[in-house]
């Protein structure tokens, strides 16, 4: 257990929709990256908040968004859902931010697009 | 633009074989890298990682890697695999000019009893 919280574990909607993921770092963490693991792009990476901000972004679709929140969880929205979207979607965290310390992984959100 | 190449996608070794796993990556100065693991149906996790200091790292559960500056790789290897090393196994390297880590496409390991 990494101590990354993600809820929920499995979404199935349909094309068209707009779900939220959330997210919950461990304790005393700052930063929040998210993650799209599919089968044809492998991992790739999102976006990542540092207390609040926005720090760098990735390969993140405009039809993509997320926040962190002053108690430092996340949410990423998901919005005009395609059927490409369906993958795994994974939150890490790490202290202060660098991305060259550690991340720490949670179980991911397994969104299906019917 | 930086990246991180797996080239084998998919290693299928006996137990007791040794194991080694391909990741070159880019240049873009200064790197940092990382290899994580993801069992099956779980999260990913750190294996080992590299910043300075002796290229020849060693992770838990006897993995180690190797920083080969030359060459830009970082081989994953294990000299003697056991079944629950059934794995995918993903290299990372995170740029001090970037803001973020890249992943390569991973590999999988699956290990015949």
């Known amino acids: 257990d990494s101590g990354v919280t993600q809820t929920p574990k499995h979404l199935i909607t349909a094309t068209g929709q707009r779900v939220t993921l959330r997210c919950s770092p461990r304790?005393?963490?700052?930063?929040v990256y998210w993650y799209q693991q599919s089968l044809d792009q492998g991992l790739q990476f999102l976006i990542q908040y540092y207390n609040g901000e926005e720090r760098a972004k990735g390969n993140i679709l405009e039809r993509f968004s997320a926040q962190q929140f002053p108690d430092l969880h996340s949410e990423l929205n998901l919005s005009s859902l395609e059927l490409g979207d369906s993958a795994l979607y994974f939150c890490a965290s790490n202290k202060d931010g660098p991305t060259y310390n550690e991340q720490f992984f949670g179980p991911g959100t397994r969104l299906t697009v019917l | 633009a930086q990246s991180v190449s797996q080239h084998n996608h998919h290693v299928i070794l006996s137990e007791a074989a040794s194991l080694e796993l391909g990741c070159n990556y880019s240049y873009g100065g200064t790197v940092n890298l990382f290899w994580y693991v993801q069992y099956p149906g779980q999260h990913l996790q750190l294996l080992l990682k590299?910043?300075?200091?002796?290229?020849l790292v060693k992770g838990i559960k006897g993995f180690e890697a190797e920083f080969i500056k030359s060459k830009f790789s970082f081989n994953l290897r294990k000299p003697s695999v056991q079944w629950s090393d059934t794995a995918e196994y993903f290299c990372a390297a995170s740029y001090s000019s970037a803001s973020k880590i890249i992943f390569g496409s991973g590999t999988r390991l699956s290990i015949r009893p």
């Open positions: 304790s005393g963490d700052l930063s």
């Open positions: 590299y910043f300075s200091g002796d290229p």
